[in-house]
């Protein structure tokens, strides 16, 4: 059994474009990953049992932001991602405003007064918010990111990056579908 295995078969493009060429060459300690998770229950052959364990499915994302409305508002115009609900504190201050993504689940922005530095390329805990798109689809929204004047930092054959106005890094990505 390989000890490590390359990023690139775990997923290519969810990072820094400038690395993807590099990606080839990185790799992860695949051993010291098991060791920290519970064993997987595997049927003969090799594949998942199923059965064995419960389907997972996302339920929510939650964004701290300082300016609550702002990145709601941009979240909305770009990705056209419904409004559900927002919450406020007991004394009428904005809490959180929740965006319906699809499929029941919901992008939860709620406000903090902290903040961080912006994630560069591949980070610690979670560090990008892709959004499934067609490549037409991706053409449009990038027209429609510039239009609103906020820069494509980044692309890859298959994605697109930008930030919303919080500096969290967003994707539009048609991967595996080519143009």
């Not at 903040?115 to 959004?131: E, I, N, R, T």
Request: charged share 25%.
């Amino acid at each position: 059994m390989p000890t490590a295995q390359t990023l690139d078969q775990r997923g290519r493009g969810h990072g820094d474009p400038a690395r993807e060429e590099s990606r080839d060459e990185e790799t992860c300690d695949v051993q010291s990953v098991r060791s920290a998770l519970p064993p997987l229950r595997f049927a003969p052959g090799g594949r998942m049992n199923h059965e064995a364990a419960p389907k997972a499915r996302l339920h929510h994302v939650a964004l701290g932001a300082r300016n609550v409305e702002a990145v709601a508002t941009f979240y909305h115009r770009i990705f056209a991602l419904p409004e559900l609900t927002r919450h406020y504190e007991r004394d009428g201050a904005l809490r959180s405003i929740w965006l319906e993504l699809g499929g029941g689940t919901i992008l939860m922005i709620e406000r903090c007064d902290a903040s961080k530095p912006p994630a560069q390329g591949v980070a610690p805990g979670p560090f990008l918010l892709a959004f499934a798109t067609t490549p037409d689809e991706r053409q449009r929204l990038e027209a429609r990111l510039e239009a609103a004047g906020a820069a494509i930092e980044g692309r890859t054959p298959f994605s697109s990056y930008t930030r919303d106005p919080e500096g969290n890094r967003v994707a539009m990505s048609h991967w595996p579908q080519e143009k």
